[in-house]
T-cell receptor, first 112, second 112 residues
């Protein structure tokens, strides 16, 4: 079945550091790929998405590129802020499917 | 902008009791999804509805049932509660043809 694997956390960085959170997937066909963010005590918020190979999703300084050849969708940000501290989930939606399949989540803490 | 509304936000129950969780989707969204997120876990898909009909089913226990009503709100009914049912329950909604699911803030269920 479809699955998503994220780099294990937690990840702790200093403010203004460069961020990469790795995400790889296994799916039949060509799924849509997402990054969701969960702030403490809140629900999941869509951060960005990509629907086909080589698409780049971007939002709030975060970027991720849909790489079909490596089945990856790594999340990057050039300069993180304390307010980026949250749990980040990579997810996929198979073609014609209803359910999102999530990775295990990566807890990110940014220190001032 | 209106978001997905879930109620209650917190619920405490005893073992073997029943619980009902409610979800009000974003206006004009016709599809509702339920997910369960255990402590430190990724969200797991339970069930979804489109136009009041069940559209997909995941790892939902037989003790749980759900439905979508004519006003598109949905309820998740949980009976014979077990300690392991303690989790954060998310509802999400989308409009048909869109691959973006918008999540509510969740209901935190604690079974004592």
């Amino acid at each position: 079945g479809d699955s998503v694997t994220q780099m294990e956390g937690p990840v702790t960085l200093s403010e203004e550091a460069f961020l990469t959170i790795n995400c790889t997937y296994t799916a039949t066909g060509y799924p849509s790929l997402f990054w969701y963010v969960q702030y403490p005590g809140e629900g999941l918020q869509l951060l960005l998405k990509a629907t086909k190979a080589d698409d780049k999703g971007s939002n709030k300084g975060f970027e991720a590129t849909y790489r079909k050849e490596t089945t990856s969708f790594h999340l990057e940000k050039g300069s993180v802020q304390v307010s980026d501290s949250a749990v980040y989930f990579c997810a996929l939606l198979g073609r014609g499917a209803q359910k999102l399949v999530f990775g295990q989540g990566t807890r990110l803490t940014i220190n001032p | 902008a209106a978001g997905v509304i879930q109620s209650p936000r917190h619920l405490i129950k005893e073992k073997r009791e029943t619980a009902t969780l409610k979800c009000y989707p974003i206006p004009r969204h016709d599809t509702v999804y339920w997910y369960q997120q255990g402590p430190g876990q990724d969200p797991q898909f339970l069930i979804s509805f489109y136009e009041k009909m069940q559209s997909d089913k995941g790892s939902i226990p037989d003790r749980f049932s759900a439905q979508q009503f004519s006003d598109y709100h949905s309820e998740l009914n949980m009976s014979s509660l077990e300690l392991g049912d303690s989790a954060l329950y998310f509802c999400a909604s989308s409009s048909q043809g869109s691959d973006i699911q918008y999540f509510g803030a969740g209901t935190r269920l604690s079974v004592l």
